[in-house]
């Protein structure tokens, strides 16, 4: 069975200082993992997304995020945040072979930024 | 490319009335989604067409819910008999099946709040 599991439900962090958002997956097969960022009252954007080809994966507005199978882990990352980047990120696995491409979401993680 | 819509995006509705969403994918997707989300939580998965095809339920999905998607374009969910824990953010996305990501995008939501 697929789930993901994202340590931790808030993160605080000061303007210019890195981000790090962690999410753990498990997945009975190779999965595909995706980051997605959810503003206030707009809809889910994808940021990134890994599908077997290279582990470190870039994505938009600086984000990128490294999978990691032998800890199944595929934690977010930023440099330097903006105070832009307040949102709510959500952790995503999927299995397109076995399941359609259903989504399983994680709780989520609400990013603070201080300015 | 308009991306995903769906109407309305607001709905109150008082217990024990029906309700009806809709959704209009991208238009070259063949895969559309219906998720639920509740606050503090994310997206649960609720359904998916193939064209118009509905290949998986969740068990989340009651038999007061139902889905359709005549044509292979628009979809529409209804809910019959509304309970308050019916209340929540109903989003649909949508997906080209057959490429190698099949990445979901996803539409701004319907809220429905049942009194």
């Known amino acids: 069975a697929q789930s993901v599991t994202q340590l931790d439900s808030h993160v605080s962090v000061s303007e210019g200082t890195p981000v790090l958002l962690r999410c753990n997956y498990s997945?009975?097969?190779?999965?595909?993992l995706f980051w997605y960022v959810q503003h206030p009252n707009k809809g889910l954007q994808l940021l990134l997304k890994?599908?077997?080809?290279?582990?470190l994966v870039k994505g938009i507005n600086g984000f990128e995020a490294e999978f990691k199978k032998s800890e199944t882990s595929f934690h977010l990352t930023k440099p330097s945040a903006h105070m832009s980047d307040a949102a709510e990120y959500f952790c995503?696995?999927?299995?397109?072979?076995?399941?359609?491409?259903?989504?399983?979401f994680g709780t989520g993680t609400s990013l603070t930024v201080i300015p | 490319d308009t991306g995903v819509s769906q109407d309305p995006r607001h709905k109150i509705t008082k217990r024990g009335q029906n309700v009806t969403f809709r959704c209009d994918p991208i238009s070259e997707h063949n895969r559309l989604y219906w998720y639920r989300q509740t606050l503090g939580q994310g997206p649960e998965f609720l359904t998916y067409?193939?064209?118009?095809?509905?290949?998986?339920k969740s068990r989340l999905l009651s038999d007061r819910f139902s889905a359709e998607r005549p044509k292979g374009s628009f979809s529409t969910l209804e809910i019959q008999r509304t309970e308050q824990g019916d209340s929540a953010m109903y989003l649909c996305?949508?997906?080209?099946?057959?490429?190698?990501?099949?990445?979901?995008?996803f539409g701004p939501g319907t809220r429905l709040t049942v009194l």
């Open positions: 067409f193939q064209n118009e095809a509905q290949l998986e």
């Open positions: 996305a949508s997906s080209l099946f057959g490429t190698n990501t099949d990445t979901q995008y």
């Open positions: 890994y599908t077997s080809a290279a582990t």
């Open positions: 997945s009975s097969y190779s999965p595909s």
């Open positions: 995503v696995v999927s299995d397109v072979k076995n399941t359609g491409n259903q989504f399983y």
